[in-house]
Structures are given as structure tokens and as C-alpha cells.
């Protein structure tokens, strides 16, 4: 079993921001340590990353940029039809993947069961291996810190790299600035 990463995305006041870890893992053994599974769509508005098995990574971020051409960068127009369009799909249906995707106004999860989530505070989500670590990092600094969105991101995905087996500190992060 590909355990593929972990995915942290905040929307803060001044910057929307995703980064992941660089590690894929089968089984118990690291097969790769500095993976990209972050990526700018849609003329560099919207943010997107995924979580599951790495070679279907690029046909779903390519299906979800063509819904995002269609809907002219709308994003919740964007991600309703693409989960409608994983949900019927028979061979999506079966992948055990997940994406987060955000701009500056608007956060949402998409899982491989067709669900679209819009996260309770509106703030910040995660998928992957050690999701709950760096969203637990990453609730406190934001409560409890000055940090800024792109350091809390970072932070954050470095204390789940030293919690998560499946997930290392080789960082990396996009962000949309105003």
C-alpha cells in the first residue's frame, strides 16, 4: 500500500497557502524523498494538492484544471462538476485519493468517493498520511502564534514530519499573495 504524503492549505487574511512533504512511501520503505505534489492552476489563481497514489496524481490534477477552464476559474463551479465527474467514473471511483484546492476566497477537500468539503472554520485543511498531525500543528499556531500563513504551513508540516513515518521534512509550498 502507497502511502503518498501529507497536505496542509490555509487560507489566511493576507495569503492562501498549500505544502506538502516530499515522501512516498510502499510499505515500509521510502521510495522517493522529494516528490511535488503541490501544484498552481489555473493561470497561477488556484492551489492545489494530492494525496494517494502518485500515478494518478497528474490525470486528476489535468481533469480538475480543464473544469477549472470550463467554469473560467470558478472555483466551487469547478469543484462540483469535477466530483460529479469522480463519482461517476467508474475507474476514478476506485482510486483512494484525495485533493485539497483553494484561492483566496474559497477552500475545499475532494475525496475519491466524490465528496466536496468545504472545511468548518473555512481556514484550514488536510489529507494524507499525516493529515491529522499538521492540521493539529497547525489549529494551535494559528490560536496561539504570530506566525504568518506561508511559516505556519511550514511549521506545521515540519512537526507532522517528525510525528508521521509517512511523512518526511522535505517541504514545499506555493502560495497566492494579494
Same mark, same amino acid.
Given at each position: ?8 492549505? @490555509?487560507? %489566511? ?5 498549500? /505544502? =506538502? &512533504? /516530499? ?18 492552476? @489555473?493561470? %497561477?489563481?488556484?492551489?492545489? =494538492?494530492?494525496?494517494?497514489? $502518485?500515478? &494518478? *496524481?497528474?490525470? !486528476?490534477?489535468?481533469?480538475? #484544471?480543464?473544469?477549472?477552464? *470550463?467554469?473560467?476559474? &470558478? !472555483? ?14 467508474? @475507474? ?27 472545511? #468548518?472554520? =473555512? ?6 498520511? %499525516? =493529515? ?18 506561508? #511559516?505556519?504551513?511550514?511549521?506545521? !508540516?515540519? +512537526?507532522?514530519?517528525?510525528?508521521? +513515518? @509517512? $511523512? ?5 509550498? !506555493?502560495?497566492? #499573495? &494579494?
Amino acid at each position: 500500500m502507497f502511502h503518498a504524503t501529507t497536505i496542509l492549505a @490555509y487560507k %489566511g487574511k493576507n495569503k492562501a497557502v498549500i /505544502g =506538502g &512533504d /516530499g515522501q512516498v512511501s510502499f510499505g515500509n520503505t521510502v521510495l522517493k524523498g522529494n516528490a511535488t505534489k503541490i501544484r498552481t492552476l @489555473y493561470q %497561477g489563481k488556484i492551489l492545489a =494538492g494530492f494525496a494517494g497514489s $502518485t500515478a &494518478d *496524481a497528474f490525470n !486528476l490534477f489535468d481533469m480538475f #484544471e480543464a473544469h477549472l477552464e *470550463a467554469c473560467k476559474g &470558478d !472555483l466551487l463551479k469547478s469543484v462540483i462538476a469535477f466530483s460529479k465527474e469522480w463519482r461517476k467514473d467508474k @475507474y476514478l471511483r476506485r482510486l483512494e485519493a484525495m485533493m485539497i484546492v483553494l484561492n483566496k476566497e474559497k477552500i475545499f477537500i475532494l475525496s475519491g468517493n466524490g465528496d466536496v468539503v468545504e472545511p #468548518e472554520d =473555512g481556514e484550514i485543511a488536510s489529507i494524507g498520511s %499525516g =493529515g491529522n498531525f499538521a492540521i493539529s500543528a497547525a489549529r494551535a499556531l494559528a490560536k496561539h502564534s504570530s506566525l504568518d500563513e506561508e #511559516e505556519l504551513v511550514r511549521e506545521s !508540516l515540519m +512537526i507532522a514530519g517528525e510525528l508521521c +513515518i @509517512y $511523512t518526511n521534512q522535505n517541504i514545499k509550498i !506555493l502560495k497566492l #499573495e &494579494d
